[in-house]
């Protein structure tokens, strides 16, 4: 370790100094505090010794001095000093003085107090070298963290591009609402037409269980198993006319208890990981006698809009969801569509979503505000349904996906 | 997660001792009947009396559970109500395993 000492007498510096370098330290000498506060300022000893009186610049202002620069390194500071009066202590202590050492020199009380004066730079030193690492962790963290968020906006960007536009297929109006609780959603929707002639129209909703990235990945995969390939069998349509049930002309849609059937049996999850599984609905509208047909697995009831009944109700079959268990039989439900009747499909990170005092928006609420709005038009009912989610929860941060799909049939 | 368990003859009841059984406490609950199922346990019925709200996360590890019990072991679940058992019915558990009102009756159909 080396020690400057401080003093503008010659031969006080020299007892100082043989004391020090006997004792093995590494001593340097300045006669006044100007010339120690350049030797500081260029070669970095992290201990003082220093008198008190001295010409140009005495010990206190030394001190100061000291303190006021903020080294990057901290700096022992023992004040020497033949006066043992209290005022002139304080004076020293708060002008940043550590230690005090009163003349004429002791050698064994000056040695212990280096050895003090010393502990204590130890302790700052680990202290020092324990937050540059911290702080050398804590940037890489930064830096982690602004390369996920930025990755995650990419995603979610991805994936509201795979969200279909609201559109009408025949006679069928589709709209939807989508609020994703952590940039990127478990939560998936879709709607195309399912063969060459126009006539099935094919849709679904579909809740992937937990939410964000694990659950994302796995709705960006269904909503590419999902669609319908012309000329080719996917697993919502075939390109021969197999079932018996399509137009007849080549492309013809998979029923739709066992599209979800045949998702159940390719989704399993690994070993006995059943904790990614998802919920959904997947219907088909015959545009020509304008049935609906739809299967719906673990995920909550449909509402039905019948507007010649003035009602909204819950309509479906409940079933497993899908990616649980193998070899699960499905139902279909199957309901006729009249001119304005529409089907609303949700995801329960609308019905369970929480009020400050915890209460649930709830279904009955849902259904209300559903009935409520069977004389305005879809997307005013959509918008309504937004607004009053973002007021139940007090903000927009969502903590689960919150998305409905809805459809009208609007021809005649 | 706070689970107490008691032994009768070669049936393990699980009384679950949460309110809420969600993504919080599901890869617990789904590694505790993991380690039972692998310690040898082929009867487990879960006393969900405490449980008031369960979400897909704590049905995902419900069920993982049961699938970690194997071909030879049985998971049941007692005590269901209120929203779990809404959950159970949107969901059709009962195709999954199977439910008893009470510890008592599970005793006697299974222990």
Request: proline share 6%; net charge negative.
């Given at each position: 370790m080396r020690i400057l000492v401080v003093d503008d007498s010659p031969p006080m510096r020299r007892i100082i100094t043989t004391i020090l370098r006997k004792a093995g330290y590494d001593v340097e000498e300045a006669e006044d505090g100007v010339e120690a506060w350049n030797l500081l300022r260029v070669n970095?000893?992290?201990f003082v010794v220093c008198d008190w009186q001295m010409p140009r610049m005495d010990g206190l202002e030394l001190a100061r001095r000291i303190r006021e620069a903020k080294f990057e390194n901290y700096i022992y500071f023992i004040l020497l000093t033949a006066r043992d009066q209290k005022s002139d202590l304080v004076a020293g202590l708060d002008a940043g003085a550590d230690d005090f050492f009163s003349k004429p020199v002791n050698k064994d009380e000056l040695l212990v107090r280096i050895r003090a004066g010393k502990r204590i730079l130890d302790l700052e030193h680990g202290l020092e070298e324990r937050n540059r690492k911290l702080n050398e962790a804590h940037d890489k963290l930064q830096i982690a963290y602004a390369t996920i968020e930025k990755d995650l906006q990419s995603a979610a960007t991805m994936q509201r591009a795979l969200l279909p536009e609201p559109a009408t297929l025949g006679a069928i109006l589709f709209d939807w609402l989508y609020y994703p609780s952590l940039f990127v959603a478990g939560d998936m929707f879709g709607y195309y037409c399912l063969d060459g002639n126009e006539r099935y129209i094919g849709f679904y909703h579909l809740d992937v269980a937990g939410h964000g990235i694990p659950a994302s990945l796995l709705s960006f995969t269904l909503n590419k198993v999902l669609l319908p390939s012309r000329g080719e069998s996917s697993i919502v349509s075939r390109a021969d006319d197999a079932s018996g049930l399509g137009s007849g002309d080549g492309d013809t849609f998979v029923p739709p208890e066992l599209v979800v059937a045949g998702l159940n049996e390719t989704f399993q999850g690994q070993g006995s990981s059943a904790m990614q599984y998802f919920t959904m609905v997947y219907g088909v509208i015959d545009l020509e006698t304008r049935r609906l047909t739809f299967c719906q697995a673990g995920h909550p009831y449909p509402m039905l809009l019948k507007r010649a009944e003035g009602r909204v109700n819950p309509v479906g079959i409940a079933g497993v969801p899908v990616?649980?268990?193998?070899?699960i039989n499905y139902e279909s439900t199957t309901q006729d569509l009249d001119k304005g009747d529409r089907l609303f499909l949700y995801s329960d990170g609308i019905t369970e979503c929480e009020n400050v005092k915890g209460e649930a928006f709830g279904e009955e609420q849902l259904r209300r505000l559903l009935q409520d709005g069977i004389d305005l038009p879809l997307g005013e009912v959509k918008e309504r349904l937004g607004g009053a989610l973002r007021a139940w929860k007090g903000?927009?941060?969502?903590?689960d996906d919150v998305t409905l799909l809805a459809l009208e049939w609007t021809g005649s | 997660m706070l689970i107490n368990k008691r032994t009768k003859g070669d049936l393990i009841v699980l009384d679950?001792?949460?309110k809420r059984v969600d993504a919080a406490i599901a890869p617990d609950l789904k590694e505790y009947i993991a380690e039972l199922a692998k310690q040898g346990a082929t009867k487990v019925l879960l006393d969900l009396a405490a449980v008031e709200f369960m979400d897909s996360s704590g049905l995902g590890a419900v069920v993982a559970g049961l699938k970690s019990m194997g071909g030879r072991g049985e998971l049941a679940v007692c005590n269901v109500h209120g929203a779990v058992a809404d959950l159970f019915k949107l969901t059709r558990m009962d195709r999954v395993f199977t439910k008893y009102a009470t510890v008592d009756e599970a005793m006697a159909a299974i222990g």
């Open positions: 970095g000893a992290r990616g649980m268990v193998p070899g903000d927009d941060s969502y903590k | 679950v001792a949460e």
